[in-house]
């Protein structure tokens, strides 16, 4: 290989080093002798329908190359693979039907707790009402009023 010949360092004006670059010698080349085809292509002209004539050479399409074949995948790999698929589809399927029905019964529960609250206030409001007498039951008879604080049965 080249190696950059070492050469004393050059300075400016202000004292300061400077480095410049050494020029590489060019690798050798060998001359090019020139290649002769080996045939002439025939030249072909086609004339367009609006008349104007195209004039140029033929060129063969390239053929790909054959493809290998692949190897046959076995039945059973291919209902594997599908039966796994199937699975992780239900499993996704039955999580998300757990999760419907913990939300479903969660809704239940508070609308039991909802009616509750809401007979047990109406309750507590005609219990604790003014309305009527609270001291017993009265029982009007051919305009005759009669209070009582008991049942006999």
Known sequence: MNEPTRRPAAYDAAGVEVHRPVPLAP?????????????VPSVASVVLPNGRVVTGYAVTPARPE????????????VNIALGGVGFAAVCGGLFLL??????????????VILAAVVF??????????????????????????????YFRG
Request: hydrophobic share 45%; net charge positive; aromatic share 6%.
């Open 27 to 39: 690798p050798p080349t060998a001359p090019l002798a020139p290649v002769q085809p080996g045939g």
């Open 66 to 77: 054959p493809v290998t074949a692949k190897p046959a995948v076995s039945r059973v790999a």
């Open 120 to 149: 047990g206030g109406w309750v507590a409001v005609q219990m604790f009402s003014a309305r009527g007498h609270r001291d017993g039951t009265t029982v009007n008879i051919r305009k005759a009023t009669f209070k009582c604080n």
């Open 98 to 111: 757990t999760a419907f029905i913990t939300a479903l019964t969660a809704l239940v529960t508070q609308l």
